[in-house]
């Protein structure tokens, strides 16, 4: 089978999939203080939410700039994880004197079970969809959505041909990566992304593109911050690149073997933002910005929210999420923001200085 269809059942696979059948660790994590440092959702990573609330009390600003500029009090969250995002923002803004709406659509049960406990305290102002809206105006936010969609892998042949890169069982049961001719569908549009090079792997996000075509579809008013790891395309198909991004992650350990232990870890391939601001743009939305995580948490304040005082050990945990956010040899590098909208005339602060879209 395609590898786009095995890495779906293996992340989604009702009671089977990594994100469908997380009961055992989902509730050794829900046991954690809420001011550790807990992992993913299935103790496997670590999302920048779960670091502590400096994330998010960074981002609450973005947040309440957007909701002025659609006149909306509306937000929409895909993929919460265990809810801490939502969590810290809501009472941020209600800090900040903006009382919000919050929406999430999540398709992990277990997941959106945490999420339900984690912000039960918010009563009715929090909501879980079941759907897509068919029109939107307010702020959606996406952190760590996209590197989680089922990808298509190729690979090119000695003679300039576009192969697919599919799943399939030895004779000993296990599975292991084949070969077919890829559809010449496929094999355009790679061939439009990258030159050839004998022996060259990598993937194609045609579900993340198809979403943020969705996107565009029906968000009337107002912006999408979607923040992930990737490269734009002409750093995802670097020559240097010949492995392609796909990783599994478990137990905080992350390899290239992501046929093993289906259903165990989890899945992830990097984001080609070139891809996805250009299904932006053909939907008939603005590109507002695209930024290193680091630098678009410092623009828009991160500083203003650091604590003074307290005891050392505190200190010092904060100053260690503070790395770990926008560290170039940690998440402030590798994982970027873009923002994309409709209707609205706003500078976000988090693209103010160093904004790259020139690089898309």
């Known amino acids: 089978m395609s590898f786009e269809r095995w890495m779906s059942e293996a992340l989604y696979a009702p009671g089977l999939g990594y994100y469908a059948a997380g009961n055992v660790k989902l509730a050794r994590m829900e046991s954690r203080s809420a001011h550790a440092v807990p ?40 993929g919460a994880g265990t809810g801490a995002l939502a969590a810290d923002l809501i009472d941020t803004l209600d800090g900040l004197g903006v009382r919000v709406t919050y929406d999430i659509v999540e398709v992990s049960a277990d997941l959106q079970a945490v999420q339900r406990t984690h912000l039960a305290r918010f009563g009715d102002r929090v909501c879980w969809r079941d759907a897509l809206p068919t029109a939107f105006s307010g702020c959606v936010l996406a952190n760590e959505l996209l590197d989680a969609m089922p990808v298509r892998a190729f ?34 549009l790679i061939g439009e992304r990258m030159p050839p090079m004998a022996g060259y792997v990598s993937e194609v996000n045609l579900q993340a593109e198809a979403w943020i075509t969705s996107l565009a579809g029906w968000l009337t008013r107002g912006a999408a911050i979607l923040i992930d790891y990737g490269f734009p395309q002409s750093e995802f198909y670097h020559p240097q690149r010949a492995g392609g991004t796909l ?58 929210h650091l604590e003074t005082g307290g005891d050392i050990r505190r200190q010092t945990q904060m100053l260690t999420a503070v790395n770990t956010l926008t560290s170039e040899a940690e998440m402030g590098e590798l994982f970027k923001v873009m923002a994309v909208g409709r209707g609205i005339d706003v500078a976000l602060s988090g693209f103010s200085m160093r904004d790259r879209r020139h690089m898309l």
Request: aromatic share 6%; glycine share 10%.
């Open 247 to 304: 990783m599994a992650h478990i137990s905080h350990h992350a390899h290239a073997e992501v046929l093993a232990a289906p259903g165990i870890q989890d899945i992830t391939a990097h984001v080609d933002f070139t891809a996805m601001a250009q299904a932006a743009l053909d939907g008939g939305l603005d590109l507002l910005g695209y930024i290193s995580q680091g630098r678009f948490l410092m623009n828009a304040g991160l500083g203003n």
């Open 155 to 188: 690979a090119w042949d000695d003679q300039g041909g576009v192969m697919e890169r599919g799943v399939a069982l030895d004779d000993a049961g296990a599975f292991i990566w084949s070969l077919r001719p890829a559809d010449p569908a496929l094999a355009l």
């Open 39 to 78: 992992t993913g959702p299935q103790g496997d990573f670590v999302t920048a939410p779960q670091i502590g609330p400096l994330f998010a009390r960074t981002l609450a600003s973005q947040v309440a700039a957007v909701l002025a500029a659609s006149e909306s009090t509306h937000v929409l969250e895909f």
